[in-house]
C-alpha cells in the first residue's frame, strides 16, 4: 500500500508537466522557461463525504537564483485541516525567513536556512532526468486538446488540456526508477503490476490543464483534478497554480527581526493539541 500511495502521489504530480504529441513541445518549452517573478496563486482543495479542506498561498514571489530560498511574501490559510482555520504570512528574503502567526512574528534564522540550503544541494529531479522523461510524455495522454485563443486574466494563453493514461505514465516512471542516477524517482523501481493495478483502480477522471502565455511562452497556470476512491471513501483533489505579473517587478519588504522558530511550534502545539516536530519550520 505504501507503494501504491507513494506511485499515486508521483502520477498526480507529473500530470502537471506535460502532454501528448504536437502539444507537448508548448508545454516543454514553457516549463523550461525562468520565471524570474510573479504575483502567484496556489491551491490545494480536497473534498469527501467527512468534509472539505483547503490551503491556499498567495502573494509575490521573486527568485534569487539557482538553488537558493526564492523571496516571497505569501499570505498562507487552512480551513478543515485543524480544529479551527489558520491564517498566517510567510517571508523569505534568500537568507532569511519569517513566519507571522497569532499576532507574532517568528523569524527561522539565516544559520537554519543555510543549513537547509546545504542539505538541499543536488536533490531532487535533476534537468537529465527531465530531459529523458519528456522523451516518454506523449503516449501519457491520449486524450489531449490544445486551444489557441484563450484567455486567462486578461492575457491570450494556449490552453492545453487532456486526461493521463495512468499505466503509461507509471510504467515508464518505473523503469527510469532502475536508471543510474535517476533522482526522483526514488522507490517507484518496486512497483508491481499489482500496485499499478491497484492505483488505476484508486483513481478516476484525472485531467490536467496548462496555459501558456503566448507573448513570452512561459506558465500562467496549471491544474489538475482528480478522483481517489480508497474503498472506505471517495474524494476529489483539485490543484492550481496561477502566476500573474509574470516578470514584473516586486516588493518584498521583511520584518527586521522575530522571535526563535521554536517558539512558534511549541505555540502551535498549545492552540492544536497536537505534537508538532521541534525540527519543523515553515520557510
Known amino acids: 500500500m505504501r507503494r501504491a500511495l507513494l506511485a499515486v502521489t508521483a502520477a498526480s504530480t507529473l500530470a502537471l508537466s506535460a502532454c501528448g504529441a504536437e502539444e507537448a513541445s508548448v508545454v516543454k518549452t514553457a516549463f523550461e522557461q525562468d520565471i524570474e517573478s510573479a504575483d502567484v496563486t496556489v491551491a490545494l ?8 479542506s483547503n490551503v491556499s498561498l498567495s502573494g509575490p514571489f521573486q527568485s534569487n537564483g539557482e538553488n537558493k530560498l526564492p523571496s516571497v511574501d505569501w499570505r498562507l490559510s487552512l480551513d478543515g485541516m485543524m480544529p479551527r482555520p489558520v491564517e498566517g504570512r510567510i517571508i523569505s528574503t ?3 525567513a519569517f513566519v507571522q502567526y497569532g499576532g507574532e512574528t517568528y523569524q527561522v534564522g539565516k544559520d537554519k536556512i543555510a543549513q537547509l540550503g546545504a542539505l538541499g544541494a543536488g536533490s531532487g529531479m535533476e534537468s537529465a ?3 529523458k522523461l519528456m522523451a516518454r510524455m506523449q503516449d501519457w495522454f491520449p486524450e489531449s486538446d490544445a486551444q489557441s485563443d484563450a484567455e486567462l486574466n486578461g492575457e491570450r494563453v494556449t490552453r492545453i488540456t487532456g486526461k493521463l493514461d495512468l499505466s503509461a505514465a507509471l510504467e515508464d516512471m ?3 526508477a532502475k536508471q543510474p542516477g535517476a533522482s ?4 517507484l523501481e518496486q512497483l ?8 488505476e483502480k484508486m483513481i478516476s477522471d484525472p485531467t490536467f490543464t496548462v496555459d501558456v502565455a503566448q507573448s513570452d511562452d512561459k506558465l500562467r497556470r496549471v491544474a489538475a483534478r482528480m478522483t481517489v476512491d480508497n474503498g472506505s471513501d471517495k474524494s476529489t483533489i483539485s490543484f492550481s497554480i496561477q502566476l500573474k505579473d509574470v516578470d514584473k517587478p516586486v516588493q518584498i519588504t521583511p ?5 526563535p522558530i521554536e517558539e512558534l511550534m511549541q505555540k502551535l502545539q498549545q492552540d492544536f493539541g497536537r505534537s508538532v516536530p521541534e525540527e519543523t519550520t515553515i520557510s
Do not use: C, H, L, Y
Open 45 to 52: 482543495s480536497m473534498k469527501s463525504a467527512q468534509g472539505e
Open 94 to 96: 534568500g537568507d532569511d
Open 129 to 131: 532526468d527531465v530531459t
Open 174 to 176: 518505473k523503469e527510469m
Open 184 to 187: 526522483g524517482f526514488e522507490g
Open 192 to 199: 508491481s503490476n499489482g500496485d499499478i493495478d491497484q492505483v
Open 255 to 259: 520584518p527586521a527581526s522575530g522571535r
